[in-house]
């Protein structure tokens, strides 16, 4: 069963920095994975996308983050990343990763969700 693990999440300074990590587990049975994202929801607002990447490595990023985030992945590895650097307190939030994954004997590609990481920015 494929299931995607984030990690990385915690409490920061205003202007501090973090690392987001999310990997595909069960990885033999993994095809091909297309786009992976991450988004955010924070409190009593909806989720919104944050930051996508293409298989190919082509990046996209909501207003809010360009310039401050960067989404990469490691293909080997079937995981995703979010560096996160001068961090706002209006970036807390639980950000979720998404990837569509094909699976070995399947022909479609389907979402998978993280469980989500809390990120808080407080002095």
């Known amino acids: 069963q494929v299931q995607l693990v984030e990690s990385g999440g915690g409490l920061v300074q205003p202007g501090g920095s973090l690392r987001l990590s999310c990997a595909a587990s069960?990885?033999?049975?993994?095809?091909?994975?297309?786009?992976m994202n991450w988004y955010r929801q924070a409190p009593g607002k909806q989720r919104e996308l944050v930051a996508t990447i293409t298989s190919g490595g082509s990046t996209n990023y909501a207003d809010s983050v360009k310039g401050r985030f960067t989404i990469s992945r490691d293909n080997a590895k079937n995981t995703v990343y979010l560096q996160m650097n001068s961090l706002k307190p209006e970036d807390t939030a639980d950000y979720y990763c998404?990837?569509?994954?094909?699976?070995w004997g399947y022909g479609d590609y389907i979402d998978y969700w993280g469980q989500g990481t809390q990120v808080t920015v407080s002095s």
């Open positions: 998404n990837a569509k994954i094909r699976r």
């Open positions: 069960a990885s033999r049975s993994i095809f091909s994975i297309s786009d």
